[in-house]
């Protein structure tokens, strides 16, 4: 059984606490088994985590959930495209399936509970379909 890691942004904690919960599902349906959780401050901090999973010879493939909400400036938007720019380049690096669960960058807040389920459950699936 493949083994995966989830990385979680922890600045909107009891929202990904749910979307966590979905991963772990999705990971059983796709016969992954989730070996280590790994909680960041924010999306900044996504791509230092990852890289370090996907180093582990133990790690199949990670999961990246978090949600980048919408500001009244740029800076989600430009710190979204760093970080999604940055966990691709990762994936080439580690030959790994990444997979995004980040929601956003620019969601507003009463779109995200709509948005965790599938978001999540994304993202596992996604790793699931890059390894076979």
Not at 35 to 47: F, I, L, N, Q, R
Not at 55 to 72: M, P, R
Not at 91 to 103: A, R, T
Request: aromatic letters at 2%; proline letters at 5%; a negative charge.
């Amino acid at each position: 059984m493949p083994n995966i890691a989830l990385v979680c942004g922890s600045f909107h904690r009891e929202l990904i606490e749910q979307m966590l919960d979905y991963a772990r599902q999705e990971s059983v349906q796709h016969e992954l088994e989730v070996v280590d959780v790994v909680w960041v401050p924010g999306a900044m901090e996504v791509p230092l985590a990852v890289d370090r999973l996907l180093e582990d010879d133990e790690i199949d493939g990670v999961a990246c959930l978090g949600i980048i909400e919408k500001g009244q400036t740029q800076h989600g938007l430009a710190m979204g495209q760093a970080v999604i720019k940055s966990i691709i380049e990762l994936q080439l690096v580690h030959e790994k399936p990444v997979g995004l669960g980040i929601i956003g960058p620019g969601a507003e807040p009463e779109h995200l509970a709509s948005r965790l389920e599938p978001h999540a459950r994304a993202s596992v699936a996604a790793i699931s379909s890059m390894l076979t």
